[in-house]
């Protein structure tokens, strides 16, 4: 599988279990998973699998997948 497939397969698995609410929180989840990255690279994913935020309580928001 190519990395960047993987990489947002993870993503995906990611924000459905986890509330990540930043660009930089992704980029920690995805570290600690073995899939180093950069902040560019996390933005174009978010924008090729259409993640958008949705709130999660308190006044925060998630990313979430359609």
């Known amino acids: 599988m190519a ?13 459905a279990a986890q509330n990540i609410e930043t660009q930089e929180e992704l980029l920690e989840r995805l570290s600690e998973c073995g899939i180093p990255s950069t902040q560019a690279t996390v933005s174009r994913d978010i ?4 993640l958008y935020k949705e709130p999660c309580g308190g ?4 990313y979430a997948s359609s």
Not at 47 to 50: A, I, V
């Open 3 to 15: 990395v960047k497939s993987k990489r947002h397969e993870v993503i995906v698995k990611m924000i």
């Open 47 to 50: 924008k090729q699998l259409h």
């Open 59 to 62: 006044g925060r928001y998630r």
